[in-house]
């Protein structure tokens, strides 16, 4: 925006913050965190842009999330300033692939049926790693389409998150009804990312109905 200030980074920055990765804590500047001097080094600007190139390689490790902050040395005084964005970022998959009908119950012709649960990586892996607590099974009354939050009660499935296989282009689970639902009811199956832990609008999640 033609505006060369914005080029000019306070020192100290970028920082790469440790974060949990089920919560998205607010930018601070006291918060602990690493000086990417490597980043900063590759810095690049044009009279419309500034371009860095952040490198994971020796800064962060697979499993955890992370938090990666900018500061302008014009705003280097105020912590609402700060820029940021989670690592890995929330990218939720679309939906559901066949046999869920994603829109519709879902039958389940007994109560010891299985369902197998499957959704597109698209080539990125982070699309396989699930917020702790999920998948979860919420009981909802027939007929209805809750919008799902993360308060909602439910049971969290362990056992179908045991199923869980990646491959490069599709995570596969499995979902036994057995133990876990009712002949006549309806329930909701959840699934949260791990990097999108933090929102109840990235909740993906289909209808069940036993028979």
């Known amino acids: 925006?033609?505006?060369?200030?914005?080029?000019?980074?306070?020192?100290?920055?970028?920082?790469?913050?440790?974060?949990?990765?089920?919560?998205?804590?607010?930018?601070?500047?006291?918060?602990?965190?690493?000086?990417?001097?490597?980043?900063?080094?590759?810095?690049?600007?044009?009279?419309?842009?500034?371009?860095?190139?952040?490198?994971?390689?020796?800064h962060v490790e697979s499993g955890k999330c992370y938090r990666f902050d900018i500061l302008l040395a014009s705003c280097g005084y105020m912590d609402a300033q700060i820029r940021s964005f989670r690592i890995p970022a929330c990218t939720p998959f679309d939906g559901f692939l066949p046999p869920i009908a994603a829109k519709d119950e879902n039958l389940l012709a007994t109560s010891t049926a299985t369902i197998p649960v499957k959704w597109s990586l698209m080539s990125n892996p982070a699309w396989g790693q699930i917020a702790t607590g999920y998948p979860k099974l919420v009981p909802i009354t027939c007929s209805t389409d809750p919008t799902p939050k993360r308060s909602d009660a439910g049971e969290f499935l362990a056992d179908a998150l045991a199923t869980l296989k990646l491959t490069p282009t599709q995570a596969v689970m499995t979902f036994q009804g057995k133990g876990h639902v009712e002949s006549g009811k309806c329930y909701r199956f959840d699934i949260l990312l791990a990097s999108c832990g933090y929102m109840d609008a990235q909740i993906r999640s289909f209808r069940i109905r036993v028979k």
């Open 1 to 58: 925006m033609s505006n060369p200030a914005w080029g000019q980074i306070a020192t100290g920055y970028p920082k790469l913050v440790p974060i949990t990765c089920s919560t998205d804590p607010t930018p601070k500047r006291s918060d602990a965190g690493e000086f990417l001097a490597d980043a900063l080094a590759t810095l690049k600007l044009t009279p419309t842009q500034a371009v860095m190139t952040f490198q994971g390689k020796g």
